[in-house]
Nanobody
Framework: QVHLVESGGGLVQAGGSLRLSCAAS????????MGWFRQAPGKEREFVAS????????YYADSVKGRFTISRDNAKNTVYLQMNSLKPEDTAVYYCAAADSFLVRTTPGDNPYWGQGTQVTVSS
């Protein structure tokens, strides 16, 4: 089992930045791939970014590429999502996910471990 707790969400103006954190426990952190997803009101949960166990391979959704950066600190059992140039359409609940695969799967249901989510609201 992997227990995940997100933090760092909040309200920000368009063009601003936020950094989300996800603290993991229950498994050796460096043995799991990590990722971020988001779910806007009335929409399905969608993939945002993923990072492999060592942190040297990342993958992004086209909608966030060049604006968001995923990273991890295996010594702190934490994965981060740095979000820059935020847009109103980035407003969503952001979820951290973990998986035993090389990268988390882009289909949410294919990943076994989830956090409770943190709200990000971008005002125009």
């Amino acid at each position: 089992q992997v227990h995940l707790v997100e933090s760092g969400g909040g309200l920000v103006q368009a063009g601003g930045s936020l950094r989300l954190s996800c603290a993991a426990s229950g498994r050796t952190f460096s043995n799991v791939a990590m990722g971020w997803f988001r779910q806007a009101p009335g929409k399905e949960r969608e993939f945002v970014a993923s990072i492999n166990r060592r942190g040297d391979n990342t993958y992004y959704a086209d909608s966030v590429k060049g604006r968001f950066t995923i990273s991890r600190d295996n010594a702190k059992n934490t994965v981060y999502l740095q979000m820059n140039s935020l847009k109103p359409e980035d407003t969503a609940v952001y979820y951290c996910a973990a998986a035993d695969s090389f990268l988390v799967r882009t289909t949410p249901g294919d990943n076994p471990y989830w956090g409770q989510g943190t709200q990000v609201t971008v005002s125009s």
